[in-house]
């Protein structure tokens, strides 16, 4: 992971997009706080579901969620 100002980035935004093509990632900075990551679109998905784990619950039951929405949503007449 290679790490990168803002200001650095927008200078130099080949180099960065090369290393990006190469697989690398790296994280943008500005005033001292991560505002963007650049990653390949082949690792996107990866990323995403990473950041996915343990989010969902796996315990769900289905109809008994649908059952509180409907409830919650039902007219009281």
Do not use: C
Request: glycine share 6%; net charge negative; proline share 1%.
């Amino acid at each position: 992971m290679t790490t990168a100002t803002a200001t650095e980035v927008q200078n130099n935004f080949g180099r960065y997009l090369k290393m990006v093509q190469d697989g690398q990632e790296v994280v943008i900075f500005k005033n001292g706080s991560e505002v963007a990551r650049l990653i390949s679109k082949a690792h996107t998905v990866s990323f995403l579901s990473d950041s996915l784990v343990g989010v969902l619950s796996s315990d769900v039951n289905e109809k008994s969620v649908r059952a509180e929405r409907m409830a919650r949503y039902e007219n009281p007449d």
